[in-house]
């Protein structure tokens, strides 16, 4: 790339030398090649390779004969300006790409190189991608993390700002899982490897980014097809723009006039200097890529820049509550007592949960907060729906829910609170009620009010659950439309249904994190899986994975891509409008090489440059 | 069968240029060329000797132009 900046230096400088002094005409010729030569060497060298090959559609080729043209008719400083503004555009152009190609290789930093395997509990140091399922490894503070496992010793703080943009570092200690790429920070960590270096997360995100250019969106196909005709058909116009009318003159006036070829052979050669359709061929491709990597800085994985395509037309989004609007954690959040002590009452409900795995038994023992002495649980029975019957201090302990106290014969008033509400009985009478619910992500509400906003038509909440629980995270949200207690095949149905009546024009999105919503994120349009959590099978599935679990990012994904869309068709109207106004002011009227230039190279640096623009947007 | 190659091309016509040309090779059922990260991705008919195949494609390649090259 220096080689050539040099070269075009020098060759511009000399060019102003020979401006500055007057050229015997018959001497010109000589002199002006030596700027040329210096700056188009390369590229007639190339051209006569082309010529071997048959190969006349080349840009090289073209720009050879344009410029050689320009010699004949002695049109040199042009001949030489064509050739220097060509090197400019191409070298712009590798620019560009060099830099775009940058954002992904940051990305590439992300997997680690090597680890530390534990051999007989001796640390060796292997190649990441060596590692295998079951090996243990060691990672000492600010290593990063090689492979996906489940810590088996240590205590540490996790920094998963390359996974998901959080920069708060989160806890982890024995049992809980890793993910690769993120970085130990405090303590020394033990690993068991979960899975191999390629199914890993930090290698899974770089192939899919990786990938995200092969599945080419439509515009992109019709821009290659443009192509190939488009050069075929200027480099024949230019030949006939010079060929048909010094023919109907020589018809006309029986008189062989060498002002004639010259005047038709320079509108020739002008045609030929637009013949190239780079200003296309790149600034598409490069806006949906930068809209690729712009969204994965933001920790969006968009898979393909056809789905940048159906992105910007989605118009209905169909979104699942538990894990994608509320956090998927259950939380206590009220606690009423009757006559009796409200944290004796927590206490007695986490002992008696404490033995129970089910989510809603954590949350209790969490708000709780306590050391439990297992030795005061005694005579520990779980019932269906997962009460629990205890003895607890020497107390008799029923927790559970509406249909278990009405089993046990306890009289409860009809509770219209929503949320999750288990009841708590000590020796028979019941002494308070625990509210439990999935507390609602803290961008949700934003969310709502912004995809309304930038035009999505039809938003609706799916959910399994009961039809309170949705009624209060719908009414939260200010979400008009939503669906309860559907199971997984009515979902499905809902969407089938939604299909069926959808217009063409309008795409179909569906926002979900678990197992039961693969089959609508596989059905819809463009389907969304949240968290880097969503489990392995919807993250293949998905077209577009939002890492760190925030809703937000639903509504970034539709922005980046509708203006990148957008940037995109810009370009395309205006480098053929260009293109095609200097192509015909050029058969019709006279025209100059200077218009054709700036047609060819100072569009494609334009539409680089507003390329580029997809990086640089707030939301 | 798929795989991923690095490719050098210099632009974004010759990219074009250069998925035509590995298209038409035998062997090669489709490819798909991604300019701006420098990368091909070739699917193989069934049975074919991929490694073989590549080095026609290379060979084929840099008759195109020297300059290009497939990294195989």
């Not at chain 1, 990597?293 to 920790?299: G, I, P, T």
């Not at chain 2, 049975?47 to 390649?61: F, L, P, Q």
Request: proline share 2%; glycine share 4%.
């Amino acid at each position: 790339m220096k080689k050539t900046i040099i070269k075009i230096c020098i060759s511009i400088l000399l060019l102003i030398i020979i401006e500055l002094f007057k050229i015997d005409e018959n001497v010109k010729t000589l002199i002006y090649l030596i700027p040329y030569l210096t700056v188009g060497f390369g590229v007639l060298k190339k051209s006569i390779k082309k010529i071997k090959r048959k190969d006349f559609f080349d840009e090289n080729f073209l720009m050879s004969i344009a410029t050689i043209g320009a010699f004949i008719i002695k049109e040199r400083r042009e001949a030489v300006f064509v050739m220097i503004f060509y090197q400019i555009g191409e070298l712009f152009q590798k620019i560009a790409v060099e830099n775009s190609k940058k954002d992904i290789k940051t990305l590439a930093k992300i997997i680690p190189n090597s680890a530390n395997l534990l051999k007989d509990n001796k640390p060796i140091i292997v190649n990441a991608d060596k590692l295998k399922i079951g090996d243990e490894v060691l990672v000492k503070p600010f290593e990063r993390i090689p492979i996906d496992g489940i810590v088996i010793d240590g205590e540490s703080e996790i920094n998963l700002s390359i996974l998901t943009g959080e920069s708060m570092p989160v806890g982890v200690k024995v049992n809980d899982s890793v993910a690769s790429g993120t970085i130990n920070q405090t303590g020394i960590l033990k690993i068991r490897a979960t899975k191999s270096f390629d199914e890993s997360s930090a290698n899974k995100i770089l192939e899919l980014v990786e990938t995200a250019g092969y599945k080419k969106a439509k515009v992109e196909n019709i821009v290659t097809s443009f192509s190939r005709v488009w050069t075929p058909i200027v480099c024949m116009a230019a030949s006939l723009v010079f060929i048909i009318p010094n023919i109907i003159i020589l018809f006309l006036t029986k008189n062989f006039e060498i002002n004639n070829i010259y005047v038709w052979g320079y509108r020739a050669l002008c045609i030929l200097v637009i013949s190239c359709p780079c200003a296309l061929l790149v600034s598409v491709p490069l806006a949906m890529f930068l809209g690729i990597a712009k969204s994965s800085k933001d920790s969006i994985l968009i898979k393909g820049t056809n789905i940048i395509e159906t992105l910007a037309k989605v118009n209905k989004i169909f979104l699942d509550k538990t894990g994608t609007l509320t956090k998927g954690v259950f939380d206590v959040v009220d606690i009423k007592s009757f006559n009796f002590d409200r944290d004796e009452l927590l206490k007695f409900a986490a002992y008696a949960e404490y033995y129970s795995s089910h989510p809603i038994a954590k949350s209790i023992i969490k708000k709780y907060g306590k050391e439990i002495d297992v030795s005061k649980i005694e005579n520990y029975k779980e019932l269906e729906n997962s009460g629990i019957i205890a003895k607890i201090l020497d107390r008799e302990v029923l927790v559970g829910n509406r249909t278990i106290m009405i089993k046990n014969g306890i009289n409860i008033e009809n509770e219209t609170k929503v949320g999750i509400i288990i009841y708590v009985v000590i020796d028979k009478i019941l002494c308070g009620i625990i509210t439990i619910s999935d507390e609602i992500k803290e961008k949700s509400k934003e969310t709502i009010k912004s995809l309304k906003k930038i035009g999505v038509a039809q938003i609706k909440m799916l959910t399994g659950d009961r039809r309170e629980e949705a009624e209060r995270v719908a009414k939260e949200l200010q979400i008009e439309s939503f669906e309860y207690s559907l199971s997984p095949k009515e979902k499905i149905e809902i969407l089938d249904r939604e299909f069926e009546k959808n217009d063409v024009s309008g795409k179909i999105c569906f926002v979900g994190d678990g197992i039961n919503d693969a089959a609508c994120i596989k059905r819809a349009d463009v389907g969304i899986a949240m968290g880097i959590k969503a489990s392995d099978m919807i993250s293949d599935i998905a077209d577009v994975i939002i890492l760190d679990d925030n809703p937000i990012k639903i509504r970034d994904a539709i922005k980046i891509s509708k203006r990148t869309i957008n940037i995109v068709k810009q370009n395309i109207v205006f480098s053929i409008t260009i293109k095609l106004m200097v192509f015909l002011s050029t058969i019709i009227f006279s025209t100059n090489m200077w218009l054709a230039i700036f047609s060819d190279v100072g569009v494609l640096i334009i539409v680089i440059l507003n390329s580029l623009r997809v990086m640089i947007m707030n939301y | 069968m798929e795989k991923k190659y690095d490719v050098v091309v210099d632009c974004a016509n010759c990219a074009r240029l250069v998925n035509d040309e590995i298209k038409k090779i035998s062997g090669i059922k489709d490819s798909e060329i991604n300019f701006i990260m420098g990368k091909i991705n070739v699917k193989f008919e069934d049975g074919v000797d991929e490694k073989k195949v590549m080095s026609e494609a290379r060979k084929k390649v840099k008759e195109m132009d020297d300059e290009f090259d497939i990294l195989i």
